[in-house]
């Protein structure tokens, strides 16, 4: 079976080829590279292309004889897409659209979305279950609704079948050292306070304590990257037998605030985090937990690297690992 996977050289896209490669997929990576990196190809056929080109995605689709689509390649930082919401709305969108009536024209109808918690805005309720309202609060978040929406449309008048992962907060690194974590700029909480502790970065700032939580500062749900990585080789074989489409949170159903984080992170590195107390950034929310349940359920996905120990430790071994100059 071959699978053609949109952002196949970033963080997750990266180990998520990783495990289709083990379970004896045919795997084509197609990237354009503007935030994937050459180094974190594991294997497959690489395509060098970009969404925004249709006649490039389809030429890929044709050529290689593909038979599913995993969608990885859009922008994701939430604060940029405030600042710059037309970038968001444009190449989310188009490049999303590009893709799914490329795959339409190559009649490929299976597709896995790289979805968001995003789309579910503030929470009524914790843990987040998917039935829950959809109303995103920042660009980012609404890009995702919208495709989401699309894919409800292209289901119903075309007949695509779709599997849409809405993730919680992606953490840690392949256990085997291959592959880890490196945005650029870097966003992400545990990254940044370790490229802090490795000298990258002069200063490390934490936004917001005065959340409504126990000690003040934000409660993030963490799944490990291997663990996200596995529940998109399960949504893959699940939609090629299933008949029904499907929206699935990818959480661990247990949170941990910034401060319980930077506690484990000094425990485990056995070095000091001086940070810098800033206020809550536009769109922060106190707490975000996913319900698994329907992960479980439906994928039979089990975590067995996403204990806040683990996403720590090999997310360190990584990064000292890959940044010593």
């Known amino acids: 079976m071959k699978i053609l996977v949109a952002g196949g050289a970033g963080y997750i896209g990266s180990h998520t080829v990783k495990g289709l490669i083990q379970e004896g997929f045919e795997v084509t990576v197609f990237d354009n590279f503007s935030t994937g990196r050459k180094e974190l190809l594991v294997g497959g056929e690489l395509v060098v292309g970009d969404l925004m080109d249709k006649k490039s995605i389809k030429n890929a689709l044709m050529s290689k004889n593909i038979k599913a689509v995993i969608h990885f390649a859009s922008l994701i930082q939430v604060g940029e897409s405030y600042e710059n919401p037309k970038k968001y709305y444009t190449h989310n969108l188009i490049s999303s659209l590009n893709l799914l009536d490329a795959m339409l024209e190559a009649d490929i109808k299976n597709f896995i979305f790289s979805s968001s918690a995003a789309v579910y805005g503030v929470p009524q309720q914790i843990p987040i279950p998917e039935s829950h309202p959809l109303n995103p609060f920042n660009p980012y978040g609404q890009t995702k609704y919208f495709i989401e929406k699309i894919l409800q449309d292209y289901e119903r008048a075309y007949g695509l079948k779709f599997i849409s992962l809405r993730y919680f907060n992606a953490a840690g690194a392949d256990s085997e050292g291959r592959l880890g974590e490196l945005h650029n700029p870097e966003t992400h909480l545990i990254p940044n306070i370790l490229l802090f502790l490795l000298g990258k970065k002069e200063n490390f700032d934490l936004f917001g304590t005065d959340f409504p939580t126990e000690d003040g500062t934000a ?9 996200l990585a596995q529940a998109h080789v399960l949504a893959f074989k699940e939609i090629l037998t299933s008949s029904k489409s499907e929206f699935i949170n990818l959480g661990a159903n247990k949170g941990y605030s910034v401060l319980e984080v ?45 204990s806040i120990e683990t996403i720590i430790e090999t997310a360190w071994n990584w990064h000292k690992k890959n940044l010593k100059n």
């Open 219 to 227: 409660v993030r749900d963490y799944v490990h990257v291997t663990d």
């Open 262 to 306: 930077i506690k484990k992170t000094e425990e485990i590195t056995g070095k000091k985090v001086q940070y810098k107390e800033k206020p809550r950034r536009e769109g922060d929310v106190p707490v975000l937990l996913a319900s698994k349940e329907k992960a479980e359920q439906i994928l039979g996905w089990e975590l067995c690297f996403s």
